[in-house]
């Protein structure tokens, strides 16, 4: 008689943060959502930002809550919380994880527009975070505001790595980062 056992698989170890989607109750019915859960509970800081996002969205895409949630467990593997992220603790994320790993122009584009949009939400909501995130505010006799409504002014300095992540052509016309 054989033996039919399966060889071991390795065990990975269980994510802090996933994706699940939900029923949010609203005046024009209820509205399926995609929150991010810490633990297995519902990471309020983080949903305030998704479900105001969301909000006007007749079906919201998962993709900002995925891009988050793998941008959460990355820092949660770092020891680093949500307050402590710096801009070059971003950039070394962005740089390790898809310009190391081959992702495309597009796919980082997208995680810094979710990771710069995450933050952006929580200074507008006076969530502690690094100084080196936030842009300088001046007041009127100082300088010039931020103007938030303009499309170039952000809160935050995340966006700016977009420049940091620009596609360039070498020689062979193979795209490459700078």
Do not use: W
Not at 119 to 130: C, F, G, H, V
């Amino acid at each position: 008689m054989t033996d039919n056992t399966f060889p071991l698989m390795p065990v990975h170890k269980a994510k802090r943060y996933t994706v699940e989607r939900a029923i949010i109750e609203s005046k024009q019915g209820d509205k399926m959502r995609y929150l991010i859960l810490d633990d297995g509970v519902p990471a309020t800081t983080i949903n305030k930002h998704l479900l105001i996002k969301q909000e006007k969205q007749t079906h919201p895409s998962s993709s900002s809550a995925y891009n988050l949630c793998q941008f959460l467990n990355a820092m949660k593997t770092l020891n680093i919380g949500l307050s402590d992220v710096t801009l070059s603790t971003i950039y070394d994320y962005l740089h390790n994880y898809f310009v190391k790993g081959g992702k495309s122009h597009q796919t980082i584009m997208s995680y810094i527009y979710d990771v710069s949009a995450l933050y952006e939400s929580l200074a507008l909501r006076n969530y502690p975070i690094d100084t080196s995130l936030l842009r300088p505010v001046y007041d009127d006799s100082s300088g010039p505001r931020v103007k938030r409504n303009r499309k170039d002014k952000f809160l935050t300095n995340i966006s700016l790595l977009k420049s940091e992540f620009m596609r360039k052509k070498n020689r062979d016309m193979r795209p490459t980062y700078y």
